[in-house]
């Protein structure tokens, strides 16, 4: 596939130009989801609830899901994507339509990452995980994917006490620099998390991945890519995670609108999950909807057009189900994103003082049941002080 062009999404509008844009870009979520959790994954606290199922058996579950709206994939080299079995997915893309998006390197489950992956003092461990890097990104440029995710779940730390921590985040910017300079003119979607399996995740928070892009990007030496950031591409971008937000307290619309802003988010992953806690990957929609809301808002204000990313763990329903649910989920909220009256909206929020509590008595209405009956607006916006 071509590199997606995300300079859109840095366009800012007020007034009658962002209502004019509201009311006719339109939220169509296309959905992903990664295969990873097709299968039961090991936890610690314990056994697992379903079979193992091998990568033949999740695929047919995804294509069973094709005609209710799956129309990507989402694979790790190279525990579920490999030089091996490589004619299996080309086959399964073949067959059902249904596209693989993204090759992600595997970063932080093998033994040798034990104390970081691109991050690694280690000069051997850290040259095996860019050499990873570097062979997912050949395969997502080989098979047409879009961007590789990059998540660097164990690079990090517990104890902080002497840890060179501007020389731990160089190593990793100056690695995933030198994979992409090797695979020329592919992206990367990054994926910040605040911990969970280290104690402190490095770049946890989302503007901390929106530095990461700009450290990378200065980094880039290869002639392709270097044409592609001067004619105003991005090739160091996002992929935030709803649950990862929550996990560090970060407000879902402020946290999407960093990467929009300078037309890095390649691609978004859902689920659900309480502010902080440990990471749940609850359906879709299941906690704070309104959260899920107004990250939609902002993604309709920047023309956000890229794949709906489902991070599931669906321990106790078929994943099918559970898939079937976010889905529902996400059209439901975009279809009640995209119906409100965005002038009465954009007004009240561009003059607060003229137009107090109009957007919380709107939003209590266009989430109400249809058959509630509640006063008209005015009437619940009169004021005796």
Excluded at 177 to 192: Q, T
Excluded at 242 to 267: C, K, N, Q, T
Aim: aromatic residues 8%; proline residues 7%.
């Amino acid at each position: 596939m071509p590199l997606a062009d995300l300079r859109a999404q840095t366009v800012s509008r007020s007034g009658d130009a962002l209502v004019r844009h509201l009311e006719s870009f339109e939220l169509k979520p296309r959905f992903s989801a990664g295969i990873w959790f097709f299968s039961p994954p090991d936890s610690r606290f314990h056994g697992k609830y379903k079979p193992d199922l091998p990568i033949e058996a999740r695929l047919d579950i995804a294509a069973s899901l094709k005609d209710y709206g799956l129309e990507g994939l989402e694979a790790h080299y190279p525990n579920e994507i490999n030089e091996e079995n490589l004619d299996l997915w080309r086959a399964f893309v073949r067959d059902t339509g249904i596209r693989l998006i993204t090759v992600i390197p595997l970063l932080f489950y093998d033994r040798q990452f034990e104390f970081g992956s691109l991050s690694n003092p280690d000069p051997v461990v850290r040259r095996a995980a860019i050499d990873r890097t570097q062979r997912s990104l050949a395969l997502t440029k080989a098979l047409g994917c879009d961007f590789s995710i990059v998540w660097p779940g164990i690079d990090g730390y517990e104890n902080p006490f002497g840890i060179d921590m501007v020389a731990m985040r160089h190593r990793f910017a100056a690695g995933l620099a030198e994979a992409m300079d090797a695979v020329p003119g592919v992206r990367i979607a990054f994926e910040p998390k605040p911990y969970e399996p280290r104690g402190r995740i490095l770049y946890s928070l989302t503007p901390e991945g929106v530095l990461l892009g700009r450290q990378v990007e200065a980094l880039l030496q290869h002639d392709q890519n270097r044409r592609l950031l001067e004619e105003g591409h991005t090739l160091m971008c996002m992929n935030p995670e709803i649950g990862h937000l929550l996990m560090g307290f970060e407000d879902v619309a402020y946290a999407l609108s960093w990467p929009l802003s300078e037309g890095r988010l390649a691609h978004t992953h859902w689920n659900s999950q309480p502010l902080g806690n440990y990471d749940q990957d609850l359906n879709v929609g299941l906690i704070s909807p309104e959260q899920m809301e107004a990250g939609l808002y902002t993604l309709k204000m920047h023309s956000y057009n890229g794949y709906y990313g489902l991070d599931i763990n669906p321990e106790r329903m078929p994943v099918d189900v559970a898939l079937k649910i976010s889905m529902d989920a996400l059209r439901a909220a975009c279809d009640r994103v995209n119906s409100i009256d965005h002038a009465r909206i954009i007004e009240a929020a561009e003059t607060p003082s003229a137009h107090r509590g109009v957007r919380e008595a709107y939003m209590i209405r266009a989430r109400a049941p249809r058959h509630t009956q509640l006063p008209p607006i005015a009437q619940t916006l009169a004021s005796v002080t």
